[in-house]
């Protein structure tokens, strides 16, 4: 598979991530070079073959719903990059 | 005494017999890692007065007969393994101010257990790499040779433990970041099954695959530590509700031929890997030879689909991450980038400038995989095909209790020589990606060393919630090996 520079815009712009165009065509290179690699999955009979996201055995966990102290929102904002009182700020949404 | 060549197991009679203090210990290891750390590039975060804090606290308790499983021991702690008020980077300028608000449930284990944290180790950026050069804050260098890797994922945890720093450390596995620097630093690594150990308080990034196990000196601190780490955890739904065994016990009674009645599967596959390093191959046999001589019964068995394994995982990790990665945007914790116009330029800029470079291929491989039209093709298939890994274990498990294998296809490489090259370095991760893919536990045991000195391991895997296989065999080939060196000269 060979991805090519509009597809590296598209996907960047997907994962939120800025790419300059120098860096673009590299990233394209690598990328196919990878996915190429990655072609031969289709070598493999795959045919009624269920798949597998994880190995856990998945149970319901159940608990009491229980009062328990909450970290209270200074310390759960404590790592916000802006915040103003109990509300985390960010740049303006609707213009 | 030489303090910091102290295990886990011979620190803790010596603190328990009152014959040293943690508070003497911690400061000769925060005194070595002074003196030689600026070489080895192990830590990221060393908070020397909370470390003998925690050490004085431990010599009141052992004065005060109130004696835990860790009380005064140093542990080096991988730093995505968040830490309550101590600063927690995942190796990213993307967490370089972030403080968590609580301890991961194995921190709060160790704590309980009265373990002292002595520092957090250096990592390649979000556990993504093999060499510990993705880090956006250091090279970690194997402290064996310091032209090259320690190894990587884990790779400040492996080399600090070399470089007896600590006791021990603890490490994250999700596609062999344990074992691999465990192999190329010469110390002792253990991922446990997957759910054994609680993930709450890990930054994830392949929330399938990830697992925190242990990084040691001997294969009995790796009980030692696991018997401490593991449980189930109502803050981890996906974390186990198994029994916990005493691990320790795994080398009652050992002696010659005490491995009989132990079957061990040599996968073919894995034998016609291409690249496999000779001196690489010459420690496997010898190592093989060693369990024979135990008793162990030593088979060739198959795994069909081990040439699919690197392609399979290299789908789905990256998925999980670009999707685990998300959370990083700017508006909770971590960086946020200045000067945006609005939030889409916040969210480009903050992401772009948080993350290097190998986090940013990853990110674009998982949206890619997983976007319209391609999500079939890629990670529909790759799951497909972790389901006939699964099956190619659960069936090799039913004839042999280990499967036998090197660790890595060749020693530590040098500084630099793959960076320009994401896919040779992937696909190094052949032997260990897995026991990940699987979900069961694998260990990687120091074998011997290459001609330039460099250590080389062995792996064996087990089936799941059967580390006790792999703790008993790892610890026969270690009683009876003879290694010149157990620790390098800094």
């Known amino acids: ?95 | 005494m030489d303090f910091c060549e102290l295990t886990i197991a011979r620190a803790k009679k010596l603190l328990f017999d009152r014959q040293i203090s943690s508070f003497e210990l911690t400061t000769a290891l925060l005194d070595r890692i002074e003196k030689y750390d600026d070489k080895i590039g192990a830590f990221i975060t060393i908070d020397k007065d909370l470390a003998l804090e925690q050490a004085k606290k431990a010599d009141q308790n052992i004065a005060d007969n109130k004696i835990s499983g860790l009380t005064g021991v140093p542990i080096a702690l991988k730093d995505l393994l968040c830490t309550r008020g101590i600063k927690t980077t995942c190796g990213s300028k993307m967490l370089d101010n972030f403080i968590p608000q609580y301890d991961g449930t194995v921190v709060s284990k160790l704590k309980e257990n009265g373990a002292v944290i002595i520092g957090k180790t250096n990592m390649d950026e979000f556990a993504m790499g093999s060499s510990t050069e993705n880090s956006a804050y250091k090279i970690t260098t194997n402290p064996w040779n310091k032209a090259y890797v320690p190894g990587g994922s884990s790779g400040g945890s492996a080399a600090a433990v070399a470089a007896q720093f600590c006791c021990a450390a603890l490490g994250t596995d999700t596609g062999g970041s344990i074992r691999q620097p465990a192999s190329h630093c010469g110390v002792v690594g253990l991922k446990p099954t997957y759910g054994r150990v609680s993930r709450f308080g890990l930054v994830s990034y392949g929330s399938s695959l990830d697992q925190i196990g242990p990084i040691t000196k001997d294969v009995t601190d790796a009980a030692l530590l696991l018997n401490i780490i593991s449980g189930n955890d109502t803050m981890d739904s996906t974390s186990a509700r198994v029994d916990v065994p005493d691990f320790t016990t795994a080398f009652d009674q050992f002696g010659k031929g005490s491995l009989k009645g132990m079957t061990a599967g040599i996968p073919k596959e894995y034998l016609s890997v291409d690249g496999i390093d000779p001196e690489v191959e010459k420690v496997f046999k010898e190592a093989k030879k060693m369990l024979e001589d135990l008793g162990v019964d030593v088979k060739e068995i198959s795994l069909p689909h081990t040439e699919y394994v690197v392609a399979a995982y290299y789908i789905i990790a990256p998925c999980e991450a670009s999707s685990n990665l998300a959370r990083f945007d700017g508006v909770r914790y971590g960086a946020r980038a200045t000067d945006c116009e609005d939030l889409m330029d916040m969210y480009k800029k903050t992401k772009s400038t948080g993350f290097g470079p190998e986090v940013q291929r990853r990110i674009l491989i998982g949206t890619y995989a997983l976007s319209a039209g391609y999500y079939d093709a890629y990670y529909g298939r790759a799951s497909q095909v972790r389901t006939l890994i699964m099956e190619d274990f659960s069936n090799a498990f039913k004839t042999c209790d280990l499967i036998l294998s090197p660790v890595a296809p060749a020693p530590a490489f040098k500084i630099g020589e793959n960076m320009d090259d994401p896919l040779t370095m992937y696909l190094t991760d052949i032997f260990t990606l897995s026991a990940n893919m699987a979900g069961v536990p694998g260990i990687s045991v120091p074998a011997g060393y290459s001609s330039k000195g460099l250590p080389i391991g062995i792996q064996m895997m087990a089936n799941r919630f059967d580390e006790m296989s792999l703790l008993r065999a790892g610890y026969g080939v270690e009683k009876t090996i003879q290694l010149d060196k157990k620790f390098p000269d800094l």
Do not use: C, W
């Not at chain 1, 795959?46 to 200074?74: A, F, I, T």
């Open chain 1, 1 to 95: 598979m060979k991805i090519s520079i509009d597809e590296v815009t598209k996907i960047a712009h997907l994962a939120r991530l800025e790419i300059d165009d120098a860096q673009k065509e590299k990233m394209a290179d690598q990328l196919s070079h990878i996915l190429k690699y990655i072609d031969k999955l289709k070598d493999v009979d795959v045919e009624g073959v269920r798949p597998s996201s994880g190995v856990s055995v998945m149970n319901n966990v159940l608990r009491e719903d229980e009062l328990k102290v909450s970290p209270g929102p200074d310390a759960t904002l404590a790592n916000a990059p802006q915040r103003d009182e109990d509300f985390y700020i960010v740049p303006g949404i609707v213009k």
